[in-house]
């Protein structure tokens, strides 16, 4: 994004970084190991504009996996490659009232949306046709399978590759 007064908007920035700091309520998630060895400590912000501007405050510069935050980059990727009508032949676009990770789809058979762990896994099938969670991908391999059982995936997906991109996904640091 382009921003015509920077030093007003970091201002605004490190405002709020301070603001949101202070909100220690949350707790690291447990079940996949990388994330369990997350310092709850740690809070960084790091903003790049379009046109090379930088802006960092607080741990901006230790490495994290990102997880769940490869979603949103999945989808535009995908939107911006296939378009929305055959994005949304395969996924949904609507919430599910339940957990990212529950094993539900919606009443056409498709992940709810592309947020979901169903969601982002049919993603990156729909991504392949143009690693530290591996260890604990059961639930993500039982939604692959329930997908590919309801016959939602494009022609020839082959669930391992995309399971293994979406987990490289999710640990991009």
Same mark, same amino acid.
């Given at each position: 994004?382009?921003?015509?007064?920077?030093?007003?908007?970091?201002?605004?920035?490190?405002?709020? &970084?301070?603001? =949101?700091?202070?909100?220690?309520?949350? +707790? =690291?998630?447990?079940?996949?190991?990388?994330?369990?060895? =997350?310092?709850?400590?740690?809070?960084? !912000?790091?903003?790049?504009?379009?046109?090379?501007?930088?802006?960092?405050?607080?741990?901006?510069?230790? &490495?994290?996996?990102?997880?769940?935050?490869?979603?949103?980059?999945?989808?535009?990727?995908? $939107?911006?490659?296939?378009?929305?009508?055959?994005?949304?032949?395969?996924?949904?676009? +609507?919430?599910?009232?339940?957990?990212?990770?529950?094993?539900?789809?919606?009443?056409?058979? $498709?992940?709810?949306?592309?947020?979901?762990?169903?969601?982002?896994?049919?993603?990156?099938?729909?991504?392949?046709?143009? !690693?530290?969670?591996?260890?604990?991908?059961?639930?993500?391999?039982?939604?692959?399978?329930?997908?590919?059982? +309801?016959?939602?995936?494009?022609?020839?997906?082959?669930?391992?590759?995309?399971?293994?991109?979406?987990?490289?996904?999710?640990?991009? +640091?």
């Amino acid at each position: 994004m382009m921003i015509q007064d920077f030093p007003r908007f970091t201002r605004t920035l490190e405002d709020i &970084y301070h603001r =949101v700091r202070q909100d220690t309520s949350g +707790e =690291v998630a447990s079940y996949i190991p990388q994330l369990a060895n =997350v310092d709850p400590e740690k809070f960084g !912000l790091s903003v790049c504009t379009i046109d090379g501007q930088r802006f960092h405050v607080g741990d901006y510069d230790t &490495y994290f996996c990102i997880q769940s935050c490869s979603k949103p980059i999945t989808y535009c990727s995908i $939107l911006s490659e296939l378009g929305e009508d055959v994005v949304h032949k395969h996924i949904g676009h +609507e919430p599910s009232g339940s957990g990212f990770n529950e094993r539900i789809l919606n009443h056409d058979g $498709l992940p709810h949306n592309p947020m979901i762990n169903s969601g982002a896994i049919m993603s990156i099938a729909l991504f392949l046709h143009t !690693l530290s969670e591996r260890s604990s991908a059961d639930r993500n391999f039982s939604l692959a399978y329930m997908m590919r059982e +309801e016959g939602k995936f494009p022609p020839n997906t082959d669930i391992n590759v995309i399971l293994e991109l979406y987990f490289m996904a999710c640990s991009i +640091e």
